[in-house]
T-cell receptor, first 114, second 108 residues
Framework: NAGVTQTPKFQVLKTGQSMTLQCAQD?????MYWYRQDPGMGLRLIYY???????DKGEVPNGYNVSRLNKREFSLRLESAAPSQTSVYFC?????????????FGQGTRLTVV | KNEVEQSPQNLTAQEGEFITINCSYS?????LHWLQQHPGGGIVSLFM???GKKKHGRLIATINIQEKHSSLHITASHPRDSAVYIC??????????FGEGTQLTVNP
C-alpha cells in the first residue's frame, strides 16, 4: 500500500528550465493538493484538485501549472523555473476536502533552482 | 499575522517529560489537523479534530472551539518523538492554513 508517491525526490534545475513533478495516490481519493514548504513559513497551497476533472488555484499559483490526469495522478509543472521556486514540494490527497478526513502526504521533492 | 500561530517555535525536553505544543487560530474553523514531520522530511497526519479530545498511544490532542485553541500533548516523551509538529486549520472545503511548526528535540 504505497499511499502518496512523489517523484523525483531531489532535483536541481537551471533558471529557465522546465520540469514536471509527478504525484500518484492509490487510495481512491477525490481531492489532491500541491504545497510548497519554505523555511520560516508554513506550508502554502499552490494548486488543488477537489475532484477528477477540476483544478483550482491556491495561495501561491504563479509560475506553476497543474494537470489532474485521472483520479490517481496530479502533476505540477514549472514552465520556466526561477530561483524563487527553490523549495520543498509536497503532494497530498484526502478522500474529500479537509473538514472530515485526514490528509495523506507524499515524501516531498526538494527542488533547487540555480 | 498568520491565521494559525504555534508556540513554542522550538522545544527541547528530556526523555520522559510531558510535552505540550499549542496552536491558536484567529477565525472560525471546521476542523484542525496535527501533523508530524520527521527529519527525513515526510509528513504524517496525527489527528484531525473538530471538538473535544482525541488520543492515540502517548499522543493526545485537544481543541477548545470557543477559545480558538488546540494543544498537542506527548506523555512519556522519547527521542524518537523528535520531529517538527505542525497544526493546520480548515474553514471547510479544500484549503488548509498551516502554522509554522514546532521543532521538538527530546534528549535521552
Amino acid at each position: 500500500n504505497a499511499g502518496v508517491t512523489q517523484t523525483p525526490k531531489f532535483q536541481v534545475l537551471k533558471t529557465g528550465q522546465s520540469m514536471t513533478l509527478q504525484c500518484a495516490q492509490d487510495m481512491n481519493h477525490n481531492s489532491m493538493y500541491w504545497y510548497r514548504q519554505d523555511p520560516g513559513m508554513g506550508l502554502r497551497l499552490i494548486y488543488y484538485s477537489a475532484s477528477e476533472g477540476t483544478t483550482d488555484k491556491g495561495e501561491v499559483p504563479n509560475g506553476y501549472n497543474v494537470s489532474r490526469l485521472n483520479k490517481r495522478e496530479f502533476s505540477l509543472r514549472l514552465e520556466s523555473a526561477a530561483p524563487s521556486q527553490t523549495s520543498v514540494y509536497f503532494c497530498a490527497s484526502s478522500p474529500l476536502g479537509h473538514s472530515n478526513t485526514e490528509a495523506f502526504f507524499g515524501q516531498g521533492t526538494r527542488l533547487t533552482v540555480v | 499575522k498568520n491565521e494559525v500561530e504555534q508556540s513554542p517555535q522550538n522545544l527541547t525536553a528530556q526523555e520522559g517529560e510531558f510535552i505540550t505544543i499549542n496552536c491558536s487560530y484567529s477565525v472560525g474553523i471546521s476542523a484542525l489537523h496535527w501533523l508530524q514531520q520527521h527529519p527525513g522530511g515526510g509528513i504524517v497526519s496525527l489527528f484531525m479534530l473538530s471538538s473535544g479530545k482525541k488520543k492515540h498511544g502517548r499522543l493526545i490532542a485537544t481543541i477548545n472551539i470557543q477559545e480558538k485553541h488546540s494543544s498537542l500533548h506527548i506523555t512519556a516523551s522519547h527521542p524518537r518523538d523528535s520531529a517538527v509538529y505542525i497544526c493546520a486549520a480548515t474553514r471547510g472545503g479544500s484549503r488548509l492554513t498551516f502554522g509554522e511548526g514546532t521543532q521538538l528535540t527530546v534528549n535521552p
